[in-house]
């Protein structure tokens, strides 16, 4: 998909709910056990009116003063009857559907977010992890409304209007011919407005949404904000994209205010022309007076209706809108994915073999510069290879391809004689473990961390991992051992810290191939021998892989790759590559020159 916001234009319309169906589908029991509540309770308040008749015509009425107080009594209790079998449906319909919208709710929301972690990173090249995080709050919080409150609360009135309006039509055809004719009057404009509100309400979805995926970027960049005193600047720019929400907000409010107006105004109408028309029937004698009063209550009990129908619908065009935005990320397709037969894999034998044949490749978001190519390199099994080069030259594209992120758009990649596209995916990235160069560390405890790599290991497992990669001394000196808690992103740890936390989850996971982009780059001369240590006992007995530009940190690699805007230029030991001087040379002079 090209962009996962929409144009604020957009149309959304009530149509768009049906991409809720497959989450209700599962709970069609407790649907039908909802609707029958909801009919019942809708029953229960149409009962109402037959049984205030009765007291004003047999009970107010009655000729003996005895007949007349047992005729009350009986009647009150009949309604006293309904009311209370209209609380207790109306208490079962209530929970019932809030139980529906808070179940339907919570899954949608679990599928969008298991589906966004399957996508490949092209699709994060066109949206913003805000713009995910929106959809996953605000717009699943409005389904919500919706499937647990208004939806239902449409289906009772739909149910209620409905019947009023057969009993109405029973009791007094000639009243309700007139009082239908004011009903179409006001519900044709009605829909009118309803579009106006459906595109306003998309447009601020989309609006709220592009705020919060500033807020998002800024708050992940605090230090890069602080040190360019930039905190102004950022408020600004956040003060403009929430200035933008509130005026569309504002433009919606405005065109629902004004439905809301004329559904008031049009039932208003319709009531009173309904009262006048009986009064007229009772002066006429044509009617009794309780059958007026029931007519009254009938009537109002459909205006109720249609107002209270007004405003569901606006919340169900907003609603809409929201699903449509949740459906276009479930309707997104990740370009890479497990093939339908996946070919198996040989056995992992300690370390992998890799192979690259003659791979060219262009990211998605630059089509014309290709990334890679014609790229071919051969990786024995327990060999250790070095990539080099300037920056844009291609090392990381290798192990972008390498763990599938993306597939080459020409030639072929083999790990153990299996080409990546013919193997299930988990299997494929089962085999490699990565040392990036900014540690990714997750908002929970030191052993939690670790274990990430293999989250069944036990903790003697994970105690020997961190052993290997010199962490085990610095983590039990932490108030809590492994079971600190390291804040979110690892703030409570140094860079040397987080970077070793990140190579004892790589040895944990025990993969035959180790893939280390720039593992040492950040870090300062004492932290860099701790995590090369460290990092020397995770590349021991597997291929290795390494992304450098500090040429002192691959000296040791049994072959060094050279890289040139996607070509391999050069290879060979770190002697073979000084004696030709060329590329990899000058790299070298420059940095041991300083």
Not at 402 to 417: K, N
Not at 524 to 529: I, T
Not at 572 to 592: E, T, V
Request: aromatic share 6%; hydrophobic share 50%.
């Amino acid at each position: 998909m090209a962009s996962a916001s929409a144009p604020p234009g957009t149309k959304a319309s009530p149509r768009a709910l049906s991409g809720l169906l497959p989450f209700v589908r599962p709970y069609r029991a407790r649907i039908a056990l909802a609707g029958l509540f909801l009919v019942l309770a809708a029953t229960a308040t149409l009962l109402f009116p037959v049984a205030l008749r009765g007291l004003v015509d047999s009970g107010i009425d009655a000729v003996q003063k005895g007949e007349q107080v047992l005729a009350l009594r009986e009647h009150f209790l009949a309604l006293f009857a309904v009311a209370v079998a209209l609380g207790l449906f109306s208490a079962a319909r209530f929970y019932m559907v809030s139980w529906l919208g808070e179940r339907i709710t919570a899954d949608l929301r679990n599928a969008v977010y298991a589906h966004v972690l399957e996508q490949s990173p092209e699709f994060f090249e066109t949206t913003q992890t805000g713009e995910v995080l929106s959809r996953l709050t605000t717009d699943t919080t409005l389904v919500q409304t919706v499937v647990g409150s208004q939806l239902s609360l449409g289906l009772r009135n739909s149910v209620m209007g409905l019947g009023a309006l057969a009993m109405l039509v029973w009791t007094n055809p000639y009243v309700m011919t007139q009082v239908l004719l004011i009903l179409v009057l006001v519900v044709l404009p009605t829909m009118w407005f309803g579009r106006r509100v459906r595109r306003l309400s998309r447009a601020s979805q989309d609006r709220v949404a592009d705020s919060s995926a500033l807020a998002a970027e800024v708050l992940n960049a605090i230090p890069v904000v602080q040190s360019h005193n930039a905190e102004p600047r950022e408020a600004q720019r956040f003060r403009d994209a929430t200035q933008g929400a509130f005026e569309t907000g504002i433009r919606r409010t405005r065109a629902r205010a004004a439905l809301v107006a004329f559904i008031i105004i049009g039932n208003a109408a319709l009531l009173l022309w309904g009262l006048y028309q009986g009064t007229q029937a009772v002066i006429a004698g044509r009617i009794t007076a309780g059958h007026l009063g029931a007519t009254v209550v009938y009537v109002i009990i459909l205006a109720g209706a249609v107002a209270v129908l007004g405003e569901v619908y606006g919340d169900l065009l907003r609603a809409a809108g929201a699903t449509e935005r949740l459906m276009e990320l479930l309707e997104a397709r990740s370009p890479v994915t497990s093939p339908a037969r996946p070919q198996a894999m040989a056995p992992a034998r300690g370390a992998s073999a890799v192979r690259f044949e003659q791979v060219t490749f262009h990211y998605p978001s630059r089509p014309a510069t290709p990334a890679l190519k014609d790229f071919s390199l051969q990786v024995e099994p327990g060999e250790t290879v070095a990539l080099v080069g300037a920056s844009g030259a291609g090392k990381s594209t290798v192990f972008q391809l390498l763990l599938r992120f993306y597939d080459p758009g020409e030639g072929r990649i083999l790990i153990d004689g299996a080409s990546t596209r013919e193997v299930d995916l988990c299997a494929l990235r089962a085999r490699m473990a990565i040392v990036p160069q900014e540690a990714v560390i997750f908002s929970a405890s030191v052993l939690e961390n670790i274990r990430y790599g293999r989250p069944g290991a036990g903790d003697d497992e994970v105690v020997d991992a961190a052993r290997a990669a010199f962490a085990h001394d610095f983590i039990t000196a932490l108030p809590e051992g492994y079971g600190s808690f390291v804040g979110e992103r690892g703030v409570r740890l140094s860079g040397g810290q987080r970077q070793r936390i990140a190579i004892a989850r790589a040895i944990l996971k025990n993969p035959p191939l180790l893939l280390l982009d720039e593992a040492t780059s950040a870090l300062d001369a004492e932290s860099e021998r701790m995590v090369q240590a460290a990092l020397e006992s995770a590349m021991r007995n597997r291929s290795t892989l390494v992304i450098a530009h500090r040429l002192a940190t691959v000296q040791k690699a049994d072959r060094i790759v050279v890289l040139d805007h996607g070509r391999i230029v050069e290879q060979g030991s770190h002697d073979q590559l000084l004696a030709r001087q060329g590329i990899y040379a000058r790299l070298a002079a420059l940095q041991f020159m300083v």
